[in-house]
């Protein structure tokens, strides 16, 4: 794995928080590298938009509520397209079942992880809902911009994460979602998914991230 890739998932994972403070002395010590890989994977991240430069270091970017607002906006302008891209490779005989059972079982153990108040659990099965179906509109372009969108958000939302007032909301509308892919709907599609980040950020103060 890359210094890159470690200090990603160090911060998304939240070993560093929003708000924590990073040295490169201290990233070198812990994952046993020079400073040189870890100064460029701190550039990286700072473009990212997940650190950002401090006297000594760097720290973990925490998004304010205008921030925060506008990543879910983008997220849901993103999330339309590519649910609506799924759904008519769908209509057009360009994805396979395996395909739909895939993004069916993702959704299916993101609501049994909620359910079952596993919430780290349910945001990763959750997030990998989202992301297949990114993978099957196939349009790598807009899959790169929301997994960097999915950190900040992420990032700045875990200290906030509680059991979520809405799991049945959310898995019903993951699976109106499903439907209108798996149907080759492509203006349905994009509706239910716009829908669906517009609800989450509505409920954001005092609620946990199951998007």
């Given at each position: 794995?890359?210094?890159?890739?470690?200090?990603?998932?160090?911060?998304?994972?939240?070993?560093?928080?929003?708000?924590?403070?990073?040295?490169?002395?201290?990233?070198?010590?812990?994952?046993?590298?020079?400073?040189?890989?870890?100064?460029?994977?701190?550039?990286?991240?700072?473009?990212?938009?997940l650190v950002r430069a401090a006297?000594?270091?760097?720290?973990?970017?925490?998004?304010?509520?205008?921030?925060?607002?506008?990543?879910?906006?983008?997220?849901?302008?993103?999330?339309?397209?590519?649910?609506?891209?799924?759904?008519?490779?769908?209509?057009?005989?360009?994805?396979?079942?395996?395909?739909?059972?895939?993004?069916?079982?993702?959704?299916?153990?993101?609501?049994?992880?909620?359910?079952?108040?596993?919430?780290?659990?349910?945001?990763?099965?959750?997030?990998?809902?989202?992301?297949?179906?990114?993978?099957?509109?196939?349009?790598?372009?807009?899959?790169?911009?929301?997994?960097?969108?999915?950190?900040?958000?992420?990032?700045?939302?875990?200290?906030?994460?509680?059991?979520?007032?809405?799991?049945?909301?959310?898995d019903d509308e993951h699976r109106?979602?499903?439907?209108?892919?798996?149907?080759?709907?492509?203006?349905?599609?994009?509706?239910?998914?716009?829908?669906?980040?517009?609800?989450?950020?509505?409920?954001?103060?005092?609620?946990?991230?199951?998007?």
């Amino acid at each position: 794995m890359e210094v890159y890739d470690e200090v990603r998932s160090l911060i998304v994972l939240g070993t560093y928080p929003a708000g924590r403070p990073v040295t490169e002395l201290e990233l070198c010590e812990r994952l046993g590298v020079s400073r040189t890989p870890v100064r460029e994977a701190l550039r990286r991240l700072e473009s990212d938009g997940l650190v950002r430069a401090a006297r000594r270091g760097v720290t973990v970017v925490e998004l304010d509520a205008k921030a925060l607002r506008d990543a879910y906006l983008v997220r849901a302008a993103l999330e339309a397209l590519t649910a609506e891209l799924a759904a008519r490779r769908q209509r057009d005989g360009e994805l396979s079942p395996a395909n739909l059972a895939r993004l069916a079982e993702h959704a299916e153990l993101a609501d049994q992880a909620t359910r079952h108040g596993d919430l780290a659990a349910g945001v990763r099965h959750n997030r990998a809902f989202h992301q297949y179906i990114a993978t099957l509109a196939d349009n790598p372009a807009a899959r790169e911009v929301l997994d960097r969108i999915w950190d900040q958000i992420v990032v700045t939302t875990r200290v906030s994460l509680t059991a979520p007032a809405r799991p049945v909301l959310v898995d019903d509308e993951h699976r109106r979602l499903l439907e209108a892919i798996t149907g080759g709907d492509p203006q349905a599609a994009a509706t239910h998914a716009r829908e669906h980040v517009l609800a989450t950020m509505s409920v954001l103060a005092g609620q946990g991230e199951e998007a």
